[in-house]
């Protein structure tokens, strides 16, 4: 729903942020897991976000303590907290982009399928809702094994009947952060003018940066582009290794959530050009979901883009990628028609 705001306090300030002309739509948000590592610090830059009229923050427990906190802050949207499943209705009707941080995070020695078990089922149970709630909104995966996270998502959609293959994303936006941090540093070059696009998916192996494409050029030689890779497909590992047992990256994946949340809602409002890497039904692989570069639009996906030229080093890593990306999607699949 459109609503002028170009005259009001808030329009005033979108106006400043170069976000508004004449008018800006109304956007719900909802985040759920907002009381989590991930979703405090995503709630609130959710909050910074003028394209945001409605944050709705859910969790099991101690939403009511987050959504006051951050309502405070003086910007456009208007927050509510919701608590427990009977809330879950009220949190997601009229949803524009949901974004999914709940379930539990690895401890040092953990593999991301490690955690399969308990958010398998936590993440069908919130998509349960969606499809029943808020059917038509944007799906921002961000819950562990992301690889297999997405599927579940998907056949639940497809038992429901409202899935949208142009509507399912899996934020794999830290390994990008990474990439471009990483490179910059190596490259010496200033990381905010930095692009890297990551294909593939978000464990491991399956984590291929395309630094072959990098901007600015670099012409880095091969070891240290084999460093990077492998940096970058261990960037989670590394925060894991160093929170020493007290979690994952949260507050680098906030920041990568928002990014992703923001070009969603960018792309819904008609903004031209928005490009993100993404994990979504993809036919640019033999595997049924991949993530590559794709435009967002109007309804989502407007285009699931190639790879591009690959280097001899990033197509033999692509092969090897496969068998375990295949492997994780397959295991989502199975759960969700299994249980
Ligand atoms: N995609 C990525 O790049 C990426 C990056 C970092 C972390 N992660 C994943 O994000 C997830 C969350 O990590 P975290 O550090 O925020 O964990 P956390 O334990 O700090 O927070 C998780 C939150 O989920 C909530 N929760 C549990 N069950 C729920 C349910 N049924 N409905 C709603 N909320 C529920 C918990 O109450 C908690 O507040 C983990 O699976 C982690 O592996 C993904
Ligand atoms: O590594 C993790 O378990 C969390 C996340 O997937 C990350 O890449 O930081």
Known sequence: MFRSVARSAAGKHLLRRGYATESVPDRKVAVLGAAGGIGQPLALLMKLNPLVSQLA???????????????????????????????????LEGCDVVIIPAGVPRKPGMTRDDLFNINAGIVKGLCAAIAKYCPNALVNMISNPVNSTVPIAAEVFKKAGTYDEKKLFGVTTLDVVR???FYAGKAKVNVADVNVPVVGGHAGITILPLFSQATPKANLPEEDIKALTKRTQDGGTEVVEAKAGKGSATLSMAYAGAIFADACLKGL???????????????????????????????????????????????????????????????????ANQN
């Open 179 to 181: 990439a471009k941090t």
């Open 269 to 335: 409002n008609g903004v031209p050009d928005v490009v993100e890497c993404s994990f979504v039904q993809s036919t640019v692989t033999e595997l049924p979901f991949f993530a590559s570069k794709v435009r967002l639009g109007k309804n989502g996906v407007e285009e699931v883009m190639g790879l591009g030229p690959l280097s001899d080093y990033e197509q033999a890593g692509l092969e090897s990628l496969k068998p375990e990306l295949k492997a994780s999607i397959e295991k989502g699949i199975k759960f």
């Open 57 to 91: 923050l859910y969790d099991i427990a101690n939403t009511p303590g987050v959504a006051a906190d951050v309502s405070h802050v003086n910007t456009r949207s208007k927050v509510a907290g919701y608590v427990g499943e009977d809330q879950l209705k009220q949190a």
